[in-house]
């Protein structure tokens, strides 16, 4: 069964700092990974979303990279402003078709 | 943009009740899903669906059950709600085919509490 890990579970961070989100799976046997954006009682906003044959992909502030076969993913966020402040989280699509999500890391920017 | 939309953003039910939880979308997916997001857990899904009238267990189904009778609309239903299907339930779809490569969008979540 796939596991996904995201550390840390939390972060916080003065405005302005780059920031580096960590998410780490067991079974490099994926399809894609995609990472989602929730703030507070809201749902999931899609981010970002790596094809297995991609290394890495690019959005605005927002990088994410993949290396497969050590089961890793990275999400950076440069110059971080206090609207990035929600929770990060990654999610790795395998070879059973189903989406499996990591815990997620809470980011607090302060002004 | 894709739209998925949720019937209520908050529900009420008490134990023993049937409740009946909605989705929509507006962009003729295919793939529908449903899950369930807990403090601690994360989420977990619950039941997806490949196409009209077609349903498949996720990780944690018990208790639950779906229907989708036309392709817009998938609906998650609890036959006799208990305390510990207190959730948010969110659900989400992606276009045709597997899930394997086409990137999933959710609906605001259903927070339900069953008291």
């Known amino acids: 069964k796939q596991e996904v890990t995201q550390i840390p579970a939390a972060l916080s961070v003065p405005e302005g700092e780059n920031l580096v989100l960590n998410c780490s799976f067991t079974d490099s046997a994926i399809y894609n990974l995609q990472w989602f954006r929730q703030d507070p009682g809201k749902g999931l906003t899609s981010l970002l979303l790596i094809q297995s044959s991609q290394r890495e992909q690019t959005s605005g502030r927002l990088n994410a990279s993949l290396d497969k076969s050590s089961g890793r993913s990275t999400l950076y966020i440069a110059a971080s402003q206090p609207g990035d402040s929600a929770t990060y989280l990654c999610?790795?699509?395998?070879?059973?078709?189903?989406?499996?999500f990591g815990a997620g890391t809470t980011v607090t920017v302060r002004a | 943009d894709v739209k998925v939309t949720q019937s209520s953003r908050y529900l009420v039910k008490r134990t023993g009740e049937k409740v009946f939880l909605e989705c929509v979308q507006d962009?003729?997916?295919?793939?529908m899903f449903w899950y369930r997001q807990d403090p601690g857990l994360g989420l977990r899904l619950i039941y997806f669906?490949?196409?009209?009238?077609?349903?498949e267990k996720g990780d944690i189904p018990e208790g639950y059950s779906v229907s989708r009778e036309k392709k817009e609309r998938f609906s998650l239903i609890l036959e006799s709600a208990s305390t510990n299907q207190t959730s948010m339930y969110l659900c989400?779809?992606?276009?045709?085919?597997?899930?394997?490569?086409?990137?999933?969008?959710f609906g605001p979540g259903t927070r339900l509490t069953v008291l």
């Open positions: 989400a779809s992606s276009p045709a085919g597997t899930s394997a490569t086409n990137e999933q969008f």
């Open positions: 669906s490949y196409d009209v009238k077609m349903k």
């Open positions: 999610a790795v699509v395998s070879n059973d078709y189903k989406l499996s």
């Open positions: 962009m003729d997916h295919e793939n």
